[in-house]
T-cell receptor, first 113, second 113 residues
Framework: EAQVTQNPRYLITVTGKKLTVTCSQN?????MSWYRQDPGLGLRQIYYSMNVEVTDKGDVPEGYKVSRKEKRNFPLILESPSPNQTSLYFCASSLNRGVYEQYFGPGTRLTVT | DAKTTQPTSMDCAEGRAANLPCNHSTISGNEYVYWYRQIHSQGPQYIIH???NNETNEMASLIITEDRKSSTLILPHATLRDTAVYYCIVRVAWETSGSRLTFGEGTQLTVNP
């Protein structure tokens, strides 16, 4: 089954404790992206990757890092999480950059206390 | 990107067709109309897209007016599982930037038994 998986689905952590949210897709998609969704602010892009070893900032990259060492994986790293990063995070992928037919993961609900 | 306008909410009886309108009067010739939906706190789900011809897939039909200033998403036989927020998005394909998806307020569709 074609899908985007994220782990963990739920995470409660404390300020400053480094964490990684994994994202994996099995569709051989070139393009992957991370979004966060907050009430009243909608969906905002954090980082995106157009292919292996090619990443770029989205609209809200501060406090986040990403890497794309393999085509299927695109982890989101929070080196020193803060309470304002409490949010619902989605990973998405599509065939390539210009395609807006994007497939989303189930989401990761992160709470930073 | 062209701005879209959708009704805030709609109701539909189970088994009936749900017709969700979207106005995009400033759409330009190379912009596509995309529809996504999001069931509460789940990952957004791609439904369908089109440029100027009507489109149909296993989920829905998309009717775009001849002047392309509006469109209608049709769910032919709505079920309770179709209750979700539906987003209409207009995008140019092959943007040079991050292919970010930005959802507006969307239409909350409630399918009633």
């Amino acid at each position: 089954e074609a899908q985007v998986t994220q782990n963990p689905r739920y995470l409660i952590t404390v300020t400053g404790k480094k964490l990684t949210v994994t994202c994996s897709q099995n569709m051989n998609h070139e393009y992957m992206s991370w979004y966060r969704q907050d009430p009243g602010l909608g969906l905002r892009q954090i980082y995106y990757s157009m292919n292996v070893e090619v990443t770029d900032k989205g609209d809200v990259p501060e406090g986040y890092k990403v890497s794309r060492k393999e085509k299927r994986n695109f982890p989101l790293i929070l080196e020193s999480p803060s309470p304002n990063q409490t949010s619902l995070y989605f990973c998405a992928s599509s065939l390539n950059r210009g395609v807006y037919e994007q497939y989303f993961g189930p989401g990761t609900r992160l709470t930073v206390t | 990107d062209a701005k879209t306008t959708q009704p805030t909410s709609m109701d539909c009886a189970e088994g009936r067709a749900a017709n969700l309108p979207c106005n995009h009067s400033t759409i330009s010739g190379n912009e596509y109309v995309y529809w996504y939906r999001q069931i509460h706190s789940q990952g957004p789900q791609y439904i369908i897209h089109g440029l100027k011809n009507n489109e149909t897939n296993e989920m829905a039909s998309l009717i775009i007016t001849e002047d392309r200033k509006s469109s209608t998403l049709i769910l032919p036989h709505a079920t309770l599982r179709d209750t979700a927020v539906y987003y209409c998005i207009v995008r140019v394909a092959w943007e040079t930037s991050g292919s970010r998806l930005t959802f507006g307020e969307g239409t909350q569709l409630t399918v009633n038994p």
